[in-house]
Antibody
Framework: QVQLVQSGAEVKKPGASVKVSCKASGYTFTNYYIHWVRQAPGQGLEWMGIINSYSGETGYAPKFQARVAMTRDTSTSTVYMEVSSLRSDDAAVYYC???????????WGQGTLVTVSS | SSELTQDPAVSVALGQTVRITCQGDSLRSYSASWYQQRPGQAPILVISAKNNRPSGIPGRFSGSTSGNIASLTISGAQAEDEADYYCNSRDSSGHHWVFGGGTKLTVL
């Protein structure tokens, strides 16, 4: 069965960076793109960007273009999302989600809580 | 426009039908999909605008689009349907995706 398993919760100081992983299993990793979505406490879902698991090509929401980097490791079927220069308003649950052939977010990771606190 | 607009909250009596809407210019060009999120859980896909449901999603969930408005209809709402619902589509450029602000559904 398709699974996306994310890394554990992180606590970071303002100005630091955080790197969240998303390990895929149950399907051919390179056949699907992966999205990253975040959700601040009590807020809605916010699309951050997408990575082509085959080529590594990325596309980011304008808001995140300067501070977010998405990469992948095909040998381990893992996608990574790094946010640099963390601010307090980056505190959120970060999700990875698979992009289906019909352009749907068909499978989601369990989420990774990132806390930003001095 | 890159925005999708949803009503913040909707309520429905148990067993009745409710429609949750999502409005945006990009919906004239791109299909919408709908996601259910219960408290403390990751979102799950419930329907596409082409009215396709993943396995395990009850048949009372259906989707449609007319012009720039996508709709999620729950026919005979159940207590377990109480959740936040988000629409999603590509933005007008086609290169990015965007979520609506979400609708909190209360089943009375």
């Amino acid at each position: 069965q398709v699974q996306l398993v994310q890394s554990g919760a992180e606590v970071k100081k303002p100005g630091a960076s955080v790197k969240v992983s998303c390990k895929a299993s149950g399907y051919t990793f390179t056949n699907y793109y992966i999205h990253w979505v975040r959700q601040a406490p009590g807020q809605g879902l916010e699309w951050m960007g997408i990575i082509n698991s085959y080529s590594g090509e990325t596309g980011y929401a304008p808001k995140f273009q300067a501070r977010v980097a998405m990469t992948r490791d095909t040998s381990t079927s893992t996608v990574y999302m790094e946010v640099s220069s963390l601010r307090s308003d980056d505190a959120a649950v970060y999700y990875c989600a698979r992009n289906s052939y019909e352009d749907l977010f068909d499978y989601w990771g369990q989420g990774t809580l990132v806390t930003v606190s001095s | 426009s890159s925005e999708l607009t949803q009503d913040p909250a909707v309520s429905v009596a148990l067993g009745q039908t409710v429609r949750i809407t999502c409005q945006g210019d990009s919906l004239r060009s791109y299909s919408a999909s709908w996601y259910q999120q219960r408290p403390g859980q990751a979102p799950i896909l419930v329907i596409s605008a082409k009215n396709n449901r993943p396995s395990g999603i009850p048949g009372r969930f259906s989707g449609s689009t007319s012009g720039n408005i996508a709709s999620l209809t729950i026919s005979g709402a159940q207590a377990e349907d109480e959740a936040d619902y988000y629409c999603n589509s590509r933005d007008s450029s086609g290169h990015h995706w965007v979520f609506g602000g979400g609708t909190k559904l209360t089943v009375l």
